[in-house]
């Protein structure tokens, strides 16, 4: 079974409650191919009740990579959230685990 991790690297990071995830690919084959399958309601599906709000994808052809914002995703941001983890630093790690057919 392949994983998204095995088409692209990962980035993300988080302002308020909104969490900001970039997936860059590994060559400009996985690109065309994650460019293609990867939407904005594939990611909000994989996250399920954790992004309560709007997912948005922008496309960065220039550098082979998808930005994806997810609003209201942080149950409120750090000063207001019960989660113990980094918020939103982890939510690449999280989405590049998507199991990839």
């Known amino acids: 079974m392949r994983r998204l991790y095995d088409l692209a690297y990962g980035r993300s990071g988080d302002k308020g409650n909104i969490a900001n995830i970039s997936v860059i690919a590994r060559s400009p084959e996985a690109y065309a191919e994650i460019k293609s399958k ?14 309560r709000g709007e997912v948005r ?3 960065l052809d220039n550098i082979e990579a998808l930005n994806f914002v997810l609003v209201d995703a942080l149950d409120g941001g750090g000063t207001r959230s019960l989660r113990i983890d980094g918020l939103g630093k982890s939510l690449a790690g999280a989405l590049l685990y998507m199991e990839w057919e």
């Open 38 to 51: 990867l939407t904005a309601e594939r990611v909000k599906a994989h996250f399920g009740d954790l992004v």
């Open 57 to 59: 994808r922008y496309d």
